[in-house]
């Protein structure tokens, strides 16, 4: 069964860190792809980060380029995505999921996704 349960988000203040994970069961983590995306009320789902089996590679949005860092533990099955930085823009519900068609920020690349973790930066 495919499973993806993102955890880590919460409260932080503008400037803070968060560390966001991914656990996924093995099936869909060694699909070649994984990635992060996020929602804030009212607007689309859009792309912020991903990685290739291979973590040297990796593709991030222009918005969170030198502030994000996503990063996979294989052995763990388990997706990271360090957030530094944050802005009040930056609030939404992070989404992690998984893509058959290697490093990708399409969302219709994407076929399992997670529930959803909520990330708040007031302003």
């Known amino acids: 069964q495919v499973q993806l349960v993102e955890s880590g988000g919460g409260l932080v203040q503008a400037g803070g860190s968060l560390r966001l994970s991914c656990a996924a069961s093995e099936r869909t983590f060694r699909r070649y792809g994984m990635g992060w995306f996020r929602q804030a009320p009212g607007k689309e789902r859009e792309f912020v980060a991903a990685?290739?089996?291979?973590?040297?590679?990796?593709y991030y949005a222009n918005s969170v380029q030198g502030r994000f860092t996503i990063s996979r533990d294989n052995a763990k099955n388990t997706l990271y995505l360090q957030m530094n930085s944050l802005k009040p823009e930056d609030a939404a519900v992070y989404y992690c999921?998984?893509?058959?068609?290697?490093?990708?920020?399409?969302?219709?690349?994407?076929?399992?996704w997670g529930q959803g973790t909520q990330v708040t930066v007031p302003s």
């Open positions: 990685i290739g089996w291979i973590s040297t590679a990796t």
């Open positions: 999921a998984s893509s058959p068609k290697g490093v990708t920020g399409r969302v219709e690349d994407y076929d399992y």
